[in-house]
């Protein structure tokens, strides 16, 4: 399922994806997983991806296919295709990790679609914004941290 993929200049292609990238504000976490993560769903990637296209104008489009093939432990195996082209011609493909997905055609679906967003962010740079905690986190750990440097002192000074 490996792809050979042909390097070769895009000058155009790489302005275009500059330009792109510097228009993009990154999409919130809208959906939340199955176990309670949250994270930007396809749609919310695509969307700000095609949403920085206009505004910089770049000339970007993108496509993706999904490959698969029956692997030999009889499950199906599945490698998102990711093509950018610019409006000059240039383009490029860009291979995604390969997934697992199963006999199930709904498991398979939910597979592809996960893939082609873990792609798609890969391609174009996507890192969805966390939500912000004002530092909650952060004062969190360091109060565990305080709390273990605390103890770890109070065992050494009852050591001697």
Same mark, same amino acid.
């Given at each position: 399922? *490996? ?14 994806? =500059? ?5 993009? #504000?990154?999409?919130?976490?809208? #959906?939340?997983? +199955? ?17 920085? &296209? *206009?505004?910089? &104008?770049?000339?970007?489009?993108? +496509? ?25 011609? @240039? =383009? ?6 390969? +997934? ?13 679609? =996960? ?13 969805? #914004? ?9 004062? @969190? ?10 103890? #770890? ?6 050591? =001697?």
């Amino acid at each position: 399922m *490996r792809q050979n993929i042909e390097f070769k200049p895009t000058p155009e292609l790489n302005d275009g994806l =500059y330009k792109l990238q510097m228009a993009m #504000k990154q999409p919130d976490k809208t #959906k939340t997983g +199955v176990h309670g993560s949250k994270y930007a769903d396809l749609n919310d990637v695509a969307n700000a991806i095609r949403k920085a &296209n *206009r505004e910089s &104008n770049a000339g970007i489009a993108f +496509v993706q296919s999904v490959n698969s093939e029956i692997g030999p432990d009889g499950k199906e195996h599945m490698q998102v295709m990711t093509i950018i082209t610019h409006t000059s011609g @240039e =383009y490029m493909m860009i291979e995604g990790l390969p +997934v697992s997905g199963s006999n199930n055609s709904q498991e398979a679906m939910k597979a592809a679609t =996960y893939a082609k967003r873990g792609s798609l962010m890969a391609a174009f740079g996507v890192t969805p #914004k966390d939500e912000d905690d004002d530092g909650e986190e952060m004062t @969190e750990l360091q109060k565990h941290l305080n709390s273990e440097l605390e103890q #770890k002192k109070s065992c050494s000074s009852q050591m =001697y």
